[in-house]
């Protein structure tokens, strides 16, 4: 379980050190400015079906995720499954605080970062903010963090409270998806790359939360199983 944890932990790093590279280095508006026309002042990203696809999609695929999950806690039959209700408890879990209350409540409708069709250098009338300062050019529904990448990366949440393996593929296919995801609404204009990795991290987070409190959980259990099967003091069992 350490090492499974560890896994997670050098993949949460990895996010943390990319937005500071990204940041910090000048990609956070290089890389939207790739796929904006000066011309017509659009993004192009539009036009490419993968991203519309991806666009489309990402919602879907977290409301399909959420509503498999509710069947398999409402039914006794499917409940009984082990690997299936943990995997519904830490959707349900990832969703309502990493992609609810974290993302879209505290940083959408609370950090106030413009998006990046809003700011001067895409045509905007808004400065452009990094992703660590609040604004106030933005009310509700803003750019930090990316919803939609967040609806990707949360795929992680299927692993979160399973054995190793099962957990690195679900570690493997959310970031995947997160990111791809995340690369089209950059395309679209509708997000810098750091609103991508922010989300990235606030769902990774909670995942890895999520499986440290199941080990220390099945560490207890152990020990109380334990403790249940010691002898009594004096070579007697504890049955008498």
């Not at 990046?116 to 452009?128: C, E, I, K, L, W």
């Not at 990774?204 to 010691?230: D, S």
Request: include cysteine; charged fraction near 15%; aromatic fraction near 10%.
């Amino acid at each position: 379980m350490r090492r499974s944890l560890a896994v997670g932990l050098w993949a949460w790093a990895a996010l943390a050190a990319a937005l500071l590279i990204v940041q910090l280095s000048g990609l956070d508006l290089a890389l939207p400015r790739g796929w904006f026309d000066a011309e017509t002042m659009r993004f192009v990203g539009d036009q490419w079906l993968w991203v519309r696809v991806s666009y489309r999609a990402a919602p879907w695929v977290g409301w399909t995720m959420l509503a498999a999950s509710a069947l398999v806690l409402g039914l006794p039959r499917l409940r009984q499954r082990p690997a299936w209700r943990r995997a519904a408890l830490a959707a349900w879990c990832v969703a309502l605080v990493a992609n609810g209350l974290l993302i879209e409540w505290a940083l959408k409708d609370g950090w106030g970062r413009p998006r990046p069709r809003a700011v001067v250098t895409f045509g905007g009338t808004h400065a452009y903010e990094p992703f660590w300062r609040p604004s106030e050019a933005c009310s509700r529904n803003c750019s930090l963090a990316s919803g939609h990448a967040a609806a990707g990366f949360a795929l992680m949440a299927l692993g979160a409270l399973a054995r190793r393996k099962r957990w690195h593929r679900a570690l493997a296919i959310g970031l995947l998806a997160g990111l791809l995801v995340g690369l089209g609404r950059v395309a679209q204009g509708a997000h810098f790359p750091t609103d991508v990795l922010v989300a990235g991290l606030v769902v990774l987070g909670c995942c890895l939360a999520l499986r440290w409190l199941w080990w220390h959980a099945r560490l207890l259990h152990g020990r109380h199983a334990e403790r249940a099967q010691a002898p009594a003091p004096g070579g007697w069992s504890a049955c008498g």
